[in-house]
């Protein structure tokens, strides 16, 4: 799907702002999308709803959310106009003067409708209704007992749960479960026939590459294409699905971003794709970007910020991208959903290389049964919607699925193949794993990378350096017996800013610092180690409970973007540590 752009042929209108909002229940209250609400409260969008009010029952809401806005005709003669969002967490009834126009489900990719002009009056009102609920069917995975851990069965608990507890969303995951309207919603416009997707495959051929532009168009007739250089010149010219040649191409690099434009032309649509050239190749135990060997200095990271929750926060991207730069970090994973177009859009021009991951995080016994026909439909959007990202070196289908059980590899095996299939450019693709029992796991060694979650120092071994030193050496040993390259995706400790201990102990920065220092002595003796991404990038909010002091305290940053000691330490780390050739 084409991300929304304002050119000379196509308009694009925004409908951010605030709207009106209705908090509801389990059931989809449908007389609330027929007609302008009655009694309501003010939200802005694009935002979750949950942090943007003082009331716990925003915060803590299970079920249905009703939203409101209105818009005009547009002013201006078009001949399609489309309703896009760019993601509503985790599944949407729209209506549109009280007619459902479209229904999505799952909470982090876009959806559009195209709208019947005729339907359209002076005044157009538009009801979008959320339900936030996440069961063993949904990705990411919720719990369905939530009230299991209140003591269900002991018979002091019994009225309690039978009078006093209300229903509530169990995430079988630790992140906050934010929910809403989280990316923009936009209306825009095409000419009547139009571009309606577009792929881009490049080749590098000594200085040259070979580019080619395929795109589904909306009727007959082929589409005429001209490449632009990054000042805008046209370097070559072509049309659609047969190979342009670009002389004397400059490369898309890590830390040195050069982007083409495609401009594509079908009838009176016009459609302007940017595009990097670039190769991503697995050789033995490598990972070779451009034909070079390149080491992943950096995190995973969230969609997380004070009030919006996991709502869109493009000053918070452009932030965290600078200070990724000032720690010499060069790369990180979306973990655990797909983050927004522009996030990646701004990852391809600053040269950050992306690890994107589906929101199939917190699969197990109980849910494999009953996510494999979302889980495909995730991977193929995701795919569908990222493909032209040079930012984007590598696809992750989950992150920590049991992949000790029997079902797991049967269940993996064809999401691999379907995310090789569905991408034209065939990047890497993985699970990332963390299983005690490594040894068990037949899922990580049957991808192209191993990547691996590991907390020896934190849950394993807490405290204890040396033991964590130990551990980590034996996991590195035995994974190197298949050959293929290693990523450490997640390790981390959590600290409380502030905290300080002259001998380091757990949730002090020291601690965190020495952590890091242990892990890293220990991966950069293996050469077949290729990055190492901290967990997390910055605190972020969770589900409340005994295991976390107002969220997850990993971060190297605080939510609010301080840096820890432990951000210091890694800053001396990357800057010496170079994107290509490190460990070779
Ligand atoms: C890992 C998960 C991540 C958690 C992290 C932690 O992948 O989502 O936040 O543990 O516990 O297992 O901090």
């Not at 799952?106 to 005044?123: C, I, Q, R, T, V």
């Not at 590098?204 to 909306?218: C, P, T």
């Not at 080491?295 to 869109?312: A, P, Q």
């Not at 964590?468 to 290693?486: I, R, S, V």
């Amino acid at each position: 799907m084409l991300f929304t752009q304002m050119n000379e042929s196509r308009l694009v209108i925004k409908l951010d702002g605030i709207w009106n909002f209705v908090l509801g229940g389990a059931e989809l209250d449908e007389s609330l999308c027929e007609k302008a609400f009655e009694q309501c409260e003010k939200i802005y969008v694009p935002a979750s709803y949950n942090d943007q009010k003082a009331d716990i029952k925003l915060r803590d809401h299970y079920g249905w959310v009703y939203y409101q806005t209105s818009f005009p005709l547009p002013p201006i003669p078009c001949e399609r106009l489309v309703l896009r969002f760019g993601a509503v967490t985790h599944r949407c009834r729209v209506y549109l003067n009280g007619n459902e126009i479209a229904e999505h489900v799952g909470g982090f990719l876009p959806f559009e409708a195209e709208l019947d002009m005729s339907a359209l009056s002076a005044n157009n009102l538009l009801t979008v209704a959320v339900d936030n609920r996440i069961d063993f069917s949904t990705l990411p995975v919720g719990n369905e007992d939530s009230r299991a851990m209140f003591g269900s069965g002991l018979p002091d608990y019994e009225s309690v749960r039978k009078t006093t507890l209300k229903p509530r969303n169990n995430p079988n995951f630790d992140f906050f479960n934010y929910s809403g309207i989280h990316r923009s919603v936009s209306l825009y416009t095409t000419p009547k026939e139009y571009i309606k997707d577009v792929e881009v495959v490049t080749e590098i051929n000594g200085a040259d590459a070979l580019v080619r532009i395929s795109a589904e168009l909306s009727g007959d007739g082929g589409a005429e294409v001209s490449i632009l250089d990054a000042e805008g010149k046209t370097v070559a010219n072509g049309s659609c699905e047969s190979p342009i040649t670009i002389t004397n191409v400059r490369l898309w690099q890590p830390g040195k971003a050069y982007l083409y434009t495609a401009k594509i032309v079908y009838k009176n649509d016009v459609y302007y794709q940017k595009f990097g050239v670039r190769s991503v190749e697995i050789k033995g135990s490598r990972f070779l970007i451009n034909g070079r060997d390149f080491y992943f200095k950096g995190f995973g990271k969230h969609e997380d910020s004070i009030t919006l929750g996991r709502g869109i926060n493009e000053a918070q991207n452009v932030k965290d991208i600078s200070l990724m730069r000032l720690l010499g970090a060069n790369s990180f994973r979306t973990s655990h959903y797909p983050y927004s177009e522009e996030m990646l859009n701004l990852c391809d021009e600053e040269g950050i290389v992306v690890i994107a991951e589906t929101p199939a995080v917190g699969l197990g016994t109980k849910s494999y049964g009953k996510t494999a026909d979302t889980h495909r439909a995730v991977i193929r959007d995701m795919i569908s919607r990222d493909k032209n990202h040079p930012c984007i070196v590598m696809w992750s289908l989950a992150n920590e699925p049991d992949t000790e059980c029997e079902q797991a590899y049967e269940y993996f095996m064809p999401l691999y193949s379907l995310a090789h299939e569905a991408d034209p450019q065939s990047r890497p693709v993985t699970v990332v794993v963390c299983n005690n029992n490594y040894t068990k796991d037949k899922v990580a060694p049957a991808m192209d990378v191993i990547c691996a979650n590991r907390y020896y120092g934190w849950y394993i071994f807490g405290g204890d350096l040396d033991a964590a030193k130990q551990a980590m050496t034996a996991e590195l040993d035995y994974f190197e017996q298949f050959g293929k390259p290693f990523m450490i995706t997640e390790y981390g400790a959590d600290a409380v800013s502030g905290i300080h201990q002259a001998v380091p102990a757990m949730f002090s920065e020291e601690y965190q610092a020495e952590y890091y220092k242990c892990i890293n002595s220990v991966l950069d003796k293996y050469a077949y180690v290729v990055g190492e991404h901290a967990w997390n990038f910055a605190d972020f909010q969770t589900v409340q409970g005994t295991m976390r002091v107002d969220g997850n305290k990993k971060g190297l940053f605080t939510r609010d973007r301080r840096p820890k000691l432990a951000a210091h330490y890694f800053r001396e780390r990357w800057t010496d540590i170079p994107d290509f050739g490190y460990k070779k």
